[in-house]
């Protein structure tokens, strides 16, 4: 579904749907899932894991809005995820938290969108109690994570990530993916 938002006065809803194949392979669009995440990268729509109820996924899929066609990204290791947050900074995918089919995790785990290969960072400091279901804001150098679940708990809190700017918008800023 897309939200037309061209007449504000009259915003509507406009089901999309891919060209049609002449296979009726499923694996030309990922399963049907909620609790992921899906960033815009120019005109390319980048979903990452998410889970149908029973599967917590790992898998990472490039929907191209222009061409309404979706693909997948074979990437050699990938974490299960679903109800984390995921920030675009500079090339880099940041995910953070989750729950990864057993636990909540307060990882950081960074997806460099120009090579598509994960790269788990150490965070440094206090990092943030294990999490899901939370969110995360870009704002100058810092992600802000606010609130959150943890099977328990709800959290009422605000953590900080600060980023090294240089170590991560200096990298790749004007980046197009090629799927």
């Known amino acids: 579904m897309r939200l037309d938002v061209a007449d504000t006065n009259k915003m509507s809803w406009k089901l999309i749907s891919a060209p049609s194949s002449a296979s009726s392979d499923d694996?030309?669009?990922?399963?049907?899932?909620?609790?992921?995440?899906a960033n815009m990268v120019g005109s390319k729509l980048i979903i990452f894991g998410?889970?149908?109820?029973?599967?917590?996924?790992?898998?990472?899929?490039?929907?191209d809005v222009e061409t309404l066609v979706f693909s997948p990204v074979h990437i050699p290791?990938?974490?299960?995820?679903?109800?984390?947050?995921?920030?675009?900074?500079?090339s880099y995918l940041f995910v953070i938290g989750g729950h990864?089919?057993?636990?909540?995790?307060?990882?950081v785990l960074l997806l460099n969108l120009v090579?598509?290969?994960?790269?788990?960072?150490k965070v440094y400091g206090m990092p943030p109690r294990p999490r899901g279901y939370?969110?995360?804001?870009?704002h100058d150098s810092r992600l802000i994570?606010?609130?959150?679940?943890?099977?328990?708990?709800?959290?009422?809190?605000?953590?900080?990530?600060?980023?090294?700017?240089h170590a991560y918008y200096s990298q790749i800023s004007h980046f197009s993916i090629d799927v």
């Open 77 to 90: 290791v990938s974490y299960p995820r679903l109800s984390h947050t995921a920030t675009i900074v500079g």
């Open 134 to 138: 939370h969110g995360t804001v870009l």
């Open 27 to 37: 694996k030309s669009k990922p399963k049907a899932r909620g609790y992921h995440t």
């Open 100 to 107: 990864d089919g057993v636990e909540y995790s307060n990882e």
């Open 50 to 63: 998410g889970s149908d109820g029973g599967e917590c996924f790992r898998d990472v899929w490039v929907f």
């Open 115 to 121: 090579t598509m290969v994960w790269d788990k960072k």
């Open 145 to 165: 994570v606010v609130g959150g679940f943890d099977g328990g708990e709800v959290f009422g809190d605000v953590q900080i990530l600060e980023l090294a700017v």
